[in-house]
């Protein structure tokens, strides 16, 4: 994965801004299918504009996808530039507003990108350029910068996976996905050296609250439901479990959720299993 990062998340520090215009290379093979675009800032001003290039040079390169934010007419438009010639428009409603965050988000797939504002889907853009082509992204416009990543595939659900090096004490979890339309749950579960649930994350639609246990020697712990339910179905979520010495710590879009006090060794979590009716676009851990 790679990525610009300055993340806000985790820390009460002022974020600082990225300057503008950004240009960077997508490593490796560009975007593949499966992988996702996650820009994130402030709104300062009317407009900004998300373009990806087939070359380094904004004038001259091909575009095979742009995305131009123009606040004062509501809408964004969605379109391609092949030899110097602009393509037909396609206009979507957008939802950002001066002075508020921006989160925008375009999936790769197939045949299309998918792009997302705010948690929810925007619009789709149809390829009208080889997804191959593209090698560089371009943000330029009246917006404050914070970060830039990009990664992710297709994942399958239940999806499980090893942490390389174990989940020591200082690293951290983002799981990020989007509850089907009529989820009912979904967990994290992170997984010790004795195959015990270390920490169970249950988010239940249908009761509007979110369990956190353990189950040890065989038996699960005493459940933990405090908190307002943050979720939403059929909108995207961030979810970061950074394991500190005492608790792990959650985070749910930017804000703090809970703390979960270890009730076994916070050394021994050696992998992670994501089951339930939920879509997931990325799954990392640094």
């Known amino acids: 994965m790679a990525a610009t990062i300055i993340d806000p998340t985790l820390s009460d520090a002022q974020p600082t801004a990225i300057p503008l215009p950004y240009l960077s290379r997508l490593e490796g093979n560009g975007l593949e299918p499966g992988q996702t ?6 709104e300062t001003g009317d407009h900004f504009n998300v373009s990806f290039l087939t070359g ?10 742009h995305i131009s934010v123009r606040l004062k007419d509501k809408v964004a438009i969605l379109n391609d530039r092949k030899a110097s010639k602009w393509g037909k428009e396609e206009k979507k409603k957008e939802p950002f507003k001066e002075g508020e965050k921006v989160d925008l988000r375009v999936r790769a797939h197939e045949n299309k990108f998918e792009v997302y504002a705010n948690g929810k889907l925007m619009g789709e853009f149809e390829y009208r350029q080889p997804l191959n082509s593209i090698n560089h992204l371009y943000i330029d416009g009246t917006v404050e910068l914070h970060s830039v990543n990009w990664g992710g595939k297709y994942y399958p659900v239940p999806y499980q996976a090893g ?8 690293k951290r979890l983002t799981v990020s996905g989007i509850p089907e339309k009529k989820a009912e749950s979904f967990s994290i579960n992170l997984i010790n050296a004795a195959n015990e649930i270390a920490f169970h994350f249950n988010p ?6 979110i369990v956190r246990n353990s189950q ?12 307002k339910f943050p ?27 809970c703390a979960f006090a ?9 992998g992670l299993k994501i089951e339930g009716d939920v879509e997931l676009q990325g799954v990392h851990v640094k």
């Open 37 to 42: 675009v996650v820009i994130k800032g402030i």
């Open 56 to 65: 380094a040079n904004f004038e001259s390169s091909d575009i095979p996808f």
């Open 163 to 170: 942490v390389e090096g174990g989940f020591a004490t200082g």
């Open 204 to 209: 239940r639609f249908n009761k509007k609250l």
């Open 216 to 227: 040890l020697g065989g038996t699960w712990g005493t459940e933990e439901i405090e908190g």
């Open 231 to 257: 979720l939403a179905l059929d909108t995207l979520f961030d979810i970061n479990i950074v394991n500190e010495p005492y608790a792990l710590q959650v985070y749910i879009n930017d804000q703090h959720f």
């Open 262 to 270: 270890h009730r076994a060794e916070p050394n021994t979590i050696r």
